[in-house]
T-cell receptor, first 110, second 115 residues
Framework: GQNIDQPTEMTATEGAIVQINCTYQ??????LFWYQQHAGEAPTFLSY????GLEEKGRFSSFLSRSKGYSYLLLKELQMKDSASYLCAVRDDGGFKTIFGAGTRLFVKA | DTEVTQTPKHLVMGMTNKKSLKCEQH?????MYWYKQKAKKPPELMFV???????INESVPSRFSPECPNSSLLNLHLHALQPEDSALYLCASSHAPTDSSYEQYFGPGTRLTVT
């Protein structure tokens, strides 16, 4: 079966660092994505990991461990505009099918 | 141009109506997708077109009919929908999986209400 787990909600303070975890069990694996989605808007791409390790892009970093079926998204120097849902998504072996987790709603408070 | 456009932004239709959703991209992507998203839920894949051919249909009811007239356009024809089909319909595009860049670019969506 296909299963992607991430926390439902998280709250953090402006300027802080937050880590959003994602664990997955899928029949195939061809990369893991993180997307950001503000309420009522479309998802926007944040990061892509296909090999183990850390990918850094500005204030955002994403980590992958394929052997553990685990990823995290790290957000540094949090800003109020980072309040959004963060979707972990796994691409299957065939490449076209992306399975999304339920998303983590992040609330950034002043 | 890294934009996927969708029209209309909002659509209200009755259960006996026929309507179409439209999606367009000019990034040279050869894979295009339709997703359905309910409130506070993740996007659910409906259809995938690759090189203008339907490659994935996630057991979607026949009242939804996709069409890919060319490599830049994707339509979703709607007929005899049910109130539970009310949702945000997202179009996305990406390079084909054989390319190095896989991320999907999403359009702003069409907010559909079936009355």
């Amino acid at each position: 079966g296909q299963n992607i787990d991430q926390p439902t909600e998280m709250t953090a303070t402006e300027g802080a660092i937050v880590q959003i975890n994602c664990t997955y069990q899928t029949s195939g694996f061809n990369g893991l994505f993180w997307y950001q989605q503000h309420a009522g808007e479309a998802p926007t791409f944040l990061s892509y990991n296909v090999l183990d390790g850390l990918e850094e892009k500005g204030r955002f970093s994403s980590f992958l461990s394929r052997s553990k079926g685990y990823s995290y998204l790290l957000l540094k120097e949090l800003q109020m505009k980072d309040s959004a849902s963060y979707l972990c998504a796994v691409r299957d072996d065939g490449g076209f099918k992306t399975i999304f987790g339920a998303g983590t709603r992040l609330f950034v408070k002043a | 141009d890294t934009e996927v456009t969708q029209t209309p932004k909002h659509l209200v239709m009755g259960m006996t109506n026929k309507k179409s959703l439209k999606c367009e991209q000019h990034m040279g992507h050869r894979a295009m997708y339709w997703y359905k998203q309910k409130a506070k839920k993740p996007p659910e894949l409906m259809f995938v077109y690759s090189y203008e051919k339907l490659s994935i249909n996630e057991s979607v009811p026949s009242r939804f009919s996709p069409e890919c007239p060319n490599s830049s356009l994707l339509n979703l024809h709607l007929h005899a929908l049910q109130p539970e089909d009310s949702a945000l319909y997202l179009c996305a595009s990406s390079h084909a999986p054989t390319d190095s860049s896989y991320e999907q670019y999403f359009g702003p969506g069409t907010r559909l209400t079936v009355t």
